[in-house]
């Protein structure tokens, strides 16, 4: 008999909705949901217990449980983050009812399983029909989510403990790489605002001139923030916005609103992106700054 129901299992991701809502649209970092999960959870003496690795059999539960709600389209993770979707919150208020909640995620879980096999409309599965589930036995996945948690997790602290012109100085790096010529990197002391002045040519004669403002900082940047940065570009300016901690939905919107001025922002995944993409054009000593390599997992299904 199973140990945790169809329901029991709806309660935790109603309840983990909530706290992703609640954090609002960037989500939270897988770890810090977990947590947060747990102390508002009160646990059963089976959730409670721990696997020989020593990880808690609690979590396991509820990134199990998490499987059919991303690819119902309802979550999505990346990088360690997880966020609810739109869909994701039109089904939290749809469906008030746990046990609904985990059915119709079981049900578009099933109809994408399908799909993913090519099985005919027609074949049925009994799966979700019961008030009992047993835990997936498909790993997988959570391996593979895991895995990405942790390497991410080290990333950011690796960034977070640069020294500023460090991370400045990696950002110039970058853009050399992607073809850019950084002709101006503002000295330690105040910058009015620009940190790096870059041009698609050798002698700064072509257009458009590229201005970057770059931040370690770990907070998100707010709508004020980038309103101030705006305010430094010249109409044939473009702008460049770094930072690690990622920007404000208002933040955002300004960025976006805008018709003269060209703004692009870039967060800590961005950037991290970018970063893997031109690795191969980076030169040796840029790698130093950020040095990466890749490690092959077995891929889940998608």
């Known amino acids: 008999m199973a140990e945790i129901t169809k329901a029991r299992t709806g309660d935790h991701l109603r309840r983990l909705f909530q706290i992703l809502l609640d954090a609002g649209d960037g989500g939270l970092p897988a770890r810090e949901a977990l947590d947060r999960l747990r102390a508002a959870s009160t646990l059963t003496p089976y959730e409670k217990g721990t696997y020989d690795s020593g990880n808690l059999r609690f979590d396991k539960i509820v990134r199990f449980a998490t499987v059919g709600p991303v690819k119902a389209g309802w979550l999505v993770k990346e990088k360690g983050i997880w966020r609810v979707t739109d869909a994701g919150k039109t089904a939290f208020d749809t469906f008030a009812n746990s046990l609904d909640l985990v059915s119709e995620s079981d049900r578009l879980y099933r109809a994408w399983d399908k799909a993913r096999k090519g099985a005919p409309d027609s074949e049925e599965s009994s799966a979700g029909t019961s008030t009992e589930i047993e835990e997936p036995s498909d790993e997988v996945a959570i391996t593979f989510e895991q895995a990405e948690e942790t390497a991410w997790a080290e990333i950011l602290r690796y960034l977070g403990a640069m ?35 870059a041009f698609p040519d050798p002698l700064g004669l072509g257009s458009p001139r590229l201005k970057v403002q770059v931040k370690r900082q770990q907070q998100s940047v707010d709508v004020n923030g980038v309103r101030a940065f705006l305010s430094v570009l010249g109409d044939g300016d473009v702008g460049l916005f770094v930072t690690l901690g990622g920007f404000t939905s208002d933040a955002k919107a300004e960025a976006l609103k805008q018709e003269k001025r060209r703004l692009t922002l870039v967060d800590a995944s961005r950037l991290f992106d970018l970063w893997v993409e031109h690795y191969p054009r980076l030169t040796e000593k840029a790698r130093r700054r950020l040095p990466i390599k890749p490690i092959y997992f077995l891929a889940p299904s998608e």
């Open 163 to 197: 020294l500023p012109y460090e991370f400045q100085d990696l950002v110039a790096d970058l853009l050399r790489a992607m073809g850019f010529h950084p002709l101006w990197i503002a000295p330690p002391g105040k910058d009015g605002g620009i940190d790096i002045v």
